[in-house]
């Protein structure tokens, strides 16, 4: 598959936000699971505005994956990391996993936290995530989720 990064325009974040819903719906969840996920799944306007969001497209330049990082001091988040159904296991999600990385840190970041579905702990172990425990979902309450981290090398950070 032929792509290529680049960052999301304002007036994707329905359409990018769209790809997220289908891609966490992929696994299985049912229909008031996904309810309550929503939200948390939505591409925000102000997220790409501050160039935060990631978008991989194929050669028609339709989306083929999103991911947003957030970045509070010297620690940045993945805030979301999706895959369009059609286009997983064709490297999109590592390409973008690669590109918040070094995004996060030429932002100042010395590490990238993920709070991943489980569904995708094999996908960021693979990718050198390191595990630290579990951690709250942020949109479904009582619910943990696997948290890891990779740290940012101090060679790739901005100066």
């Given at each position: 598959?032929?792509?290529?990064?680049?960052?999301?325009?304002?007036?994707?974040?329905?359409?990018?936000?769209?790809?997220?819903?289908?891609?966490?719906?992929?696994?299985?969840?049912?229909?008031?699971?996904?309810?309550?996920?929503?939200?948390?799944?939505?591409?925000?306007?102000?997220?790409i505005?501050?160039?935060?969001?990631?978008v991989?497209?194929?050669?028609?330049?339709?989306?083929?994956?999103?991911?947003?990082?957030?970045?509070?001091?010297?620690?940045?988040?993945?805030?979301?990391?999706?895959?369009?159904?059609?286009?997983m296991?064709?490297?999109?999600?590592?390409?973008?996993?690669?590109?918040?990385?070094?995004l996060?840190?030429?932002?100042?970041?010395?590490?990238?936290?993920?709070?991943?579905?489980?569904?995708?702990?094999?996908?960021?172990?693979?990718?050198?995530?390191?595990?630290?425990?579990?951690?709250?979902?942020?949109?479904?309450?009582?619910?943990?989720?696997?948290?890891?981290?990779?740290?940012?090398p101090?060679?790739?950070?901005?100066?």
């Open positions: 598959m032929r792509h290529r990064l680049r960052q999301a325009r304002l007036d994707e974040a329905e359409l990018l936000t769209a790809l997220c819903v289908r891609s966490k719906a992929h696994w299985g969840y049912d229909a008031a699971f996904m309810r309550r996920c929503r939200e948390s799944l939505r591409v925000r306007p102000s997220a505005r501050a160039g935060r969001v990631l991989l497209v194929d050669t028609e330049d339709r989306p083929r994956g999103v991911a947003q990082i957030e970045i509070e001091g010297v620690s940045a988040d993945l805030a979301l990391l999706f895959v369009d159904p059609p286009a296991g064709q490297g999109v999600g590592r390409a973008l996993l690669q590109e918040a990385l070094a996060a840190a030429a932002a100042g970041s010395n590490r990238l936290t993920i709070l991943a579905d489980p569904n995708a702990a094999g996908f960021y172990e693979a990718m050198g995530a390191r595990y630290r425990g579990q951690a709250p979902s942020d949109a479904i309450p009582g619910r943990n989720l696997p948290l890891y981290e990779v740290p940012l101090a060679g790739l950070r901005a100066a």
